[in-house]
Each structure stands twice: as structure tokens, then as C-alpha cells.
């Protein structure tokens, strides 16, 4: 509570400022007047008490009214200067809102403005990656076409040529008249074989290592499957060595069929079994009059597995070939 100045206490008492001499000469003029009238009015002492407690009694009704309404007045000097402060930092603060509040919108509209614009531009790249991805599809399919095409005609212009393993590599060795004596001479021909060229691989040879096979070109295709056919009939030698003539297949090709080594050689001489690769490298499976073609070793593998007897006996497996469901003894397979 804010004191209260002694200033204006001073100054709104003195109305009830008491006079000494004033309440002597009245006292004095009462006593004379007493003196003469005494007989007259003989209770004018306790009058004069009454009139004294009840001037004390307005001064303190006084004082108390005064005081109330200078701690009021004091009171609402106080709270109006600080609810103005606080009016003033309240302005301030909605002020300072108000501005955030439109660089907010400001930055929210470029916000939506970009957010628009990366959308127009992703509809675009997407309408654009469809465009690419069907293109994409469209390639693919074309070079796959393509590439069987390529493999095809490569592998039809190597039908007259012949693929020679095992002969030792000397000077001249693999030139078109020693390649087609080689010929004449393993496989017993009354007449020579024409030869248009002849090489060695290209592939770098390391001392040690076995003789680079011979890869020739006959002069007719069908002099070629003739040698082959003769080829498939037993071993051949020359000159004291075992010698090979396979065709000559691309290197995907070679790559395919390769993969058919291992079932190959665990179906050879097994009775009952045929088996041959087709071109370019489908492997044929024939027993008990049901054939099988596969492109993919392992599962050529899983079907021989499945043919194969482990201790004796066992069942074929019908989840993967249900028409082998009989029991094989294991000799005869």
C-alpha cells in the first residue's frame, strides 16, 4: 500500500485542530455565567464531556474517511499507471504477432507456390518416366530379338566348320592341307576333304599347357556333318594321339550346353537312359518311353536325382516328376 504523504494528512487535519484558549474562555465564560446562574443550570459540566467524545468520535469518522480515500486514490494512481504499461506491452506483443503472422503467410503462399510447382514438375517427370519405361520395355525387346538373331545367323554360318582337339601344335600344323590330310587320314576317306580355311584359337598359349584346339572352315556343310556323324561313332587318334572333333558353337552356346556336363556323365552308359543335347542347348531325357527337355541344368539335375537309386532302392520324388512314381532297382538304371 503506498504511504500516504504527511503533507496532505497535516493539511485535511487541521479542520479538527483543538484550541486551548478558545475552550479556556468558554470555560471561563461558563464559569461566570455559572457563578451567576449556578442555581439555574447545574449539569452543564457533563454536557461539555459529551460534546468533547463526540467531536473525538467525528474526528476519528473523519480521518478514517479521509485515509480511505487517499489509500484509494493512491491505490488507483498506482494499478492505472501499471495496467498502462502492461496495455502498452500488450500492444507491443500483438504488434510484433501480427507482423510474424504475415511473414508466416508470406512464407506459407511461396510454400504452396513451390509445393505446386514441384507437383507439376513431378507429374511431368512421371509422365515422362512412363514414357521411358516403356521404351525401355520396347529395347529390351527389341535387343533380345536382336541378339537371338545375331546368335542365330552366327551360329548358322559356323555350321561348316569343325572344332579339332588334341593335336600337337607344330609348324603348319593347323594350316587348310594338313587340317584336311588329318581328315583323310583318321577317318580312312578315299577322297580329300576340302578345307577353305583353318586357325588355331586365339587364346594365348603358355608353355605347358595342353595344344590349342583347331578351329576349320570346310568348303560344304554337308562334308561337315559327315565328319561329325563319323566322329560320334568311337575315339580317334593321330599320330599316336587321342584327338576330338567337336562343331564349332558360339561361345554363349558352348557355355549352355557345358552346363549339361555333369548330368551327361552321370547318365552315361546307364541303361534304359537316353539322353542327347539339342541345339542350341536343350538337354532330351528318355526313359521308359517319357521324355523331358530342360534348358536349365539344376533342374536336369533334380530329374537324374530323382532316377537314381542311393543303398539299393529308393522312390522317385512325385512333388517334382509325378510321373516317376515306381521303384527302380539300381542296377538298371
Known amino acids: 500500500i503506498t504511504e500516504i504523504p504527511v503533507q496532505n494528512t497535516s493539511s485535511n487535519l487541521r479542520k479538527y485542530k483543538y484550541e486551548a484558549s478558545s475552550t479556556a474562555k468558554t470555560s471561563a465564560a461558563a464559569g461566570k455565567s455559572g457563578d451567576n446562574t449556578a442555581s439555574q443550570t447545574p449539569k452543564s459540566a457533563p454536557i461539555a464531556k459529551m ?11 473523519s ?12 491505490v488507483r494512481s498506482a494499478l492505472a499507471d501499471s495496467f498502462d504499461s502492461l496495455k502498452r506491452d500488450i500492444q507491443d506483443v500483438k504488434a510484433e504477432i501480427n507482423s510474424n503472422t504475415t511473414a508466416i503467410r508470406a512464407e506459407l503462399d511461396q510454400v504452396r507456390a513451390n509445393v505446386k510447382s514441384v507437383e507439376a514438375g513431378l507429374s511431368n517427370w512421371s509422365d515422362e518416366m512412363v514414357a521411358v519405361q516403356d521404351t525401355m520395355e520396347s529395347l529390351t525387346k527389341e535387343v533380345k530379338a536382336l541378339k537371338h538373331k545375331c546368335e542365330d545367323f552366327e551360329g548358322r554360318m559356323r555350321r561348316g566348320n569343325i572344332r579339332i582337339i588334341g593335336v600337337t601344335e607344330t609348324q603348319g600344323s593347323s594350316s587348310p592341307a594338313a587340317v584336311s590330310a588329318l581328315l583323310k587320314e583318321v577317318f580312312q576317306l578315299d577322297r580329300e576333304v576340302r578345307v577353305e580355311r583353318s586357325h588355331r584359337s586365339l587364346t ?6 595342353i595344344p590349342r584346339p583347331i578351329i576349320a572352315k570346310l568348303n560344304s556343310e554337308g562334308d561337315a556333318a559327315d565328319i561329325l556323324r563319323r566322329a560320334r561313332r568311337g575315339k580317334l587318334h593321330f599320330k599316336g594321339n587321342p584327338i576330338a572333333i567337336f562343331p564349332d558353337y558360339t561361345a554363349s552356346v ?17 541303361p534304359g537312359v537316353r539322353f542327347g543335347i539339342l541345339y542350341p542347348a536343350r538337354f532330351r ?29 529308393e522312390t522317385a520324388r512325385p512333388a517334382i516328376f509325378p510321373e516317376l512314381q515306381f521303384i527302380i532297382p539300381y542296377e538298371d538304371i
Not at 63 to 74: K, N, P, S, V, Y
Not at 204 to 209: C, I, K, V
Not at 257 to 264: G, I, L, P, S
Not at 291 to 309: C, G, H, N, P, S
Open 254 to 270: 558352348a557355355k549352355a550346353r557345358a552346363a549339361f556336363t555333369d548330368v551327361r556323365k552321370i547318365l552315361q552308359d546307364r
Open 63 to 74: 480521518l478514517r474517511q479521509d485515509i480511505a480515500t487517499i489509500i484509494q486514490q493512491e
Open 51 to 61: 460534546d468533547v467524545a463526540d467531536l473525538k468520535t467525528d474526528i476519528i469518522t
Open 285 to 313: 531325357v528318355s526313359y521308359n518311353n517319357v521324355e523331358k527337355e530342360f534348358v536349365d541344368a539344376a533342374k536336369a539335375m533334380d530329374y537324374q536325382t530323382a532316377l537314381r537309386i542311393i543303398n539299393g532302392t
Open 204 to 209: 594365348q598359349r603358355r608353355p605347358g599347357d
